[in-house]
């Protein structure tokens, strides 16, 4: 080896790791941006399918909020609709019965009326006590005393009744009959009972077999001395309770009545007269 010459070089690891690392890095820096970018737009889509996905499942569920209201909103309209239909119907109903309460308020008081200006007077009296229209009439006009047989002035008052009535046929008429507190003891009136009850029948034998009165419209009772109108201690008093009610009402408040109806074919009602009896007035 002369001088100056320099000795061979050996092997350099490092210098060639890093010539070789310096190789390596001449990558064009374009690419490693757009790889860099690749992976963030990788990212970014992964998170915005992932929070879709999360809308998505909101969003069945509010459509399935939405069908649910919408199916009860539907319920409700048919609802609505019933029950408007419901309430016309009703109205209608209503409107009807008002009409039908009016003709038969009308009614009545054409009927009050009519009874007053034909039949009322001292011994007959009219009486309109919640929708009963009442007929009172006094035994003497009646009856004789202690007797259970129509007087010709009875008989002309009950066909009276009978024709008033006859323009009414939805009206049924019960016959009440009431004594004073005069004890009667006789062989075929043994009681007031008997005697109350004799001359209510009368009054109904009367009205359907001289006055032409369909019988499915009446019926008779009798009180005797137990339904006082007035004072039994004086001699007015005791006349006023000896009478005879004729009640006059509609077929509905016929039928909630409490006044039991006796059939009209029991024979009670003497046929003949009898001779008078020494017996209180009744």
């Given at each position: 080896m002369s001088e100056g010459a320099k000795p061979p070089e050996g092997p350099k690891p490092f210098t060639e790791y890093a010539t070789k690392a310096e190789r390596d890095s001449d990558t064009p820096k374009p690419l490693r941006i757009a790889l860099g970018f690749l992976v963030v737009l990788s990212i970014a889509l992964l998170l915005l399918w992932a929070s879709a996905q999360n809308k998505l499942r909101d969003l069945d569920s509010l459509r399935a909020d939405l069908t649910h209201a919408n199916t009860g909103l539907s319920n409700a309209l048919a609802q609505i609709q019933t029950d408007t239909a419901?309430?016309?119907?009703?109205?209608?109903?209503?409107?009807?019965?008002?009409?039908?309460?009016?003709?038969?308020?009308?009614?009545?008081?054409?009927?009050?009326?009519?009874?007053?200006?034909?039949?009322?007077?001292?011994?007959?009296?009219?009486?309109?006590?919640?929708?009963?229209?009442?007929?009172n009439i006094l035994d003497r006009v009646m009856f004789d005393s202690g007797e259970a047989v129509v007087r010709p002035g009875g008989e002309a008052v009950l066909r009276k009744i009978a024709e008033i009535l006859a323009g009414h046929p939805e009206l049924k008429i019960h016959v009440i009959g009431h004594t004073d507190n005069i004890p009667i003891h006789t062989a075929r009136m043994p009681s007031n009972w008997e005697l109350s009850t004799a001359r209510a029948l009368a009054a109904v034998h009367f009205l359907v077999e001289k006055a032409g009165v369909d019988p499915r419209r009446v019926g008779a009772v009798g009180y005797g001395e137990y339904r006082p109108i007035a004072d039994n201690a004086t001699p007015e008093g005791r006349a006023r309770n000896r009478r005879i009610a004729i009640t006059i009402l509609p077929d509905e408040l016929a039928g909630a009545d409490t006044v039991p109806t006796a059939t009209t074919n029991t024979p009670v009602v003497p046929a003949p007269t009898p001779p008078p009896t020494e017996n209180p007035a009744k």
């Open positions: 419901k309430i016309a119907a009703l109205q209608s109903q209503v409107a009807g019965l008002e009409k039908e309460k009016d003709m038969a308020g009308q009614m009545a008081k054409g009927l009050e009326d009519e009874m007053r200006s034909d039949l009322e007077s001292k011994d007959v009296t009219i009486s309109n006590l919640q929708g009963k229209l009442t007929v």
